[in-house]
């Protein structure tokens, strides 16, 4: 069978499941949940070399680190939580009611299908398939082209323990076909010109979607942090994953006068953790294209006059290893390729500012981030800065980590995305919150005084009804 067919015969089984046994039980999603669970635990070392070979060159312990504990947490977090998250809600009913009742109950969608892109390709897999299935879904997994190593062991491994019929991970399948399915919601991880695809091939079904979307997510150090602290921290994130992670700081403003503070920190920091390209910890650029696109960038910004400085020891690049050295762009301009679009890539643009008022109207100026990062202890900064921007989400003194708190929604706004999943927002977002009405045989006798024909009757009760608002 190839893999047009069995995406197609999957779907159906999926569909007819989903039809058929409309509410799976509680058990039955966390029995799901656990095996899923438990091929991970059990799989450690075959995931990492997967994702490895698919990389050419991924550390091992970024991948426990960044996939690998966040899925196992998240399982864990939503099987304590599940029952009282798909407990029906009571909600308030009209006084014209009284003696009726009002409830919600949190109904599964049906079949989700989840797109995913290459540079965390387990855990955006995975994470919104977890909620799915929390919710009551079936699911099917596409993988991106560039992760075929890690989908072949995954389908291998889900089809050894669960049902296709809840979960399928299928290799080889074709972009086009998946997002035209009729799926009951979709999500999609990736670029925003893609994401505007992905919705419109699903407005053809009505298909609802969640759409992940990255962009240039703004880091701000404020004059009260110190800066040794802020580039510790932010240079973990930034160049974790190579600066291949969609909610990675895209470009950092730093006050007037701070700039040669902060390089000579974020190099001594940088040249402890990576001494250079050929440690085994710093992540290979995920193909040739991407590697060429990251060369001309830098290029660019050597060219229109940016000054780039190499944060670690030795060679800047290795074509064959496909790897470059972190980097940073001291005061790039609008016009250089590196502020244009997310970079994708270990380089970092470092921006100087005279006031706060010139950094929101930069950032308001602009698409709106999937991410906000700030470093600041003073709480009239922090609420200046939360306030008067928008954005997908925001960290405080920190980056990145805010995507791995199992209790808040991780999403973007505008052209970053739309919809958010983890915890008990991602159950919600692949619920339908069915509402159900039971009249009462005293509220009926009442109600039915408005009926045709309309006499001094309903105008009393009316009139009654209009007054007090009811």
């Known amino acids: 069978m190839n893999p047009s067919e069995r995406l197609q015969a999957t779907y159906k089984k999926q ?11 509680l058990q039955e999603r966390k029995d799901t949940l656990e095996k899923l669970a438990q091929l991970l635990e059990n799989n450690q070392d075959r995931i990492c070399d997967a994702i490895d070979k698919d990389f050419g060159g991924r550390s091992k312990n970024e991948t426990l680190l960044l996939e690998l504990m966040p899925l196992l947490g998240s399982v864990t977090y939503v099987k304590k939580r599940l029952k009282k998250w798909a407990k029906p809600k009571s909600r308030h009913v009209g006084l014209a009611f009284i003696g009726a009742n009002n409830k ?7 079949v989700v299908g989840v797109v995913t892109p290459w540079n965390y390709p387990l855990f955006l897999a995975l994470s919104p398939a977890i909620s799915a299935i929390a919710a009551g879904n079936r699911c099917i997994v596409k993988m991106a082209a560039n992760s075929q190593n890690l989908c072949r ?3 291998e491994l889900v089809s050894a323990s669960i049902s296709d019929d809840v979960l399928s991970v299928i290799p080889g399948t074709s972009a086009r076909e998946f997002s035209s399915m009729p799926w009951d919601h979709m999500v999609f991880t990736g670029s925003a010109a893609t994401g505007k695809v992905v919705m419109e091939a699903a407005s053809k079904n009505l298909t609802p979607v969640t759409l992940e979307l990255g962009g240039k997510s703004p880091t701000i150090l404020a004059p009260d942090y110190d800066v040794a602290t802020a580039a510790e921290r932010v240079t973990f994130t930034k160049f974790l994953n190579a600066g291949q992670t969609c909610v990675a700081p895209d470009y950092m403003f730093v006050p007037e006068g701070k700039v040669d503070e902060f390089v000579t920190h974020a190099k001594a920091v940088m040249q402890k953790r990576y001494k250079d390209l050929s440690h085994p910890d710093f992540t ?3 193909d040739e294209s991407a590697f060429n696109r990251l060369q001309a960038t830098l290029e660019d910004a050597k060219a229109k006059g940016a000054e780039v400085i190499q944060l670690t020891q030795g060679t800047t690049l290795d074509a064959e290893a496909q790897k470059m050295a972190p980097h940073i762009v001291v005061n790039p301009t609008d016009d250089m390729i590196v502020m244009q679009d997310e970079i994708f890539g270990p380089i970092f643009p470092v921006k100087t500012y005279k006031s706060m008022d010139e950094v929101v109207e930069y950032v308001n100026e602009r698409e ?3 991410a906000l990062y700030m470093f600041t202890n003073n709480s009239r900064t922090q609420d200046e800065l939360l306030y008067k921007t928008l954005s997908g989400g925001v960290c405080i003194n920190d980056s990145l980590f805010h995507v791995a708190q199992h209790d808040m929604p991780f999403g973007g706004i505008g052209n970053s995305g739309m919809g958010h999943y983890h915890g008990e927002e991602g159950f919600k977002e692949f619920s339908k919150l069915r509402p159900v009405f039971k009249q009462s045989n005293m509220t009926s006798k009442i109600i039915l005084l408005l009926a045709p024909p309309y006499g001094s009757v309903f105008k009393t009760a009316i009139n009654t009804l209009l007054k007090f608002r009811i």
């Open 284 to 286: 290979a650029i995920i």
């Open 153 to 155: 062991l995954i389908d």
């Open 368 to 370: 709106r981030p999937l």
């Open 104 to 110: 919600l109950i949190p109904q599964p969608k049906g």
């Open 15 to 25: 569909y007819e499941a989903s039809r058929q046994h409309a509410y799976p039980s």
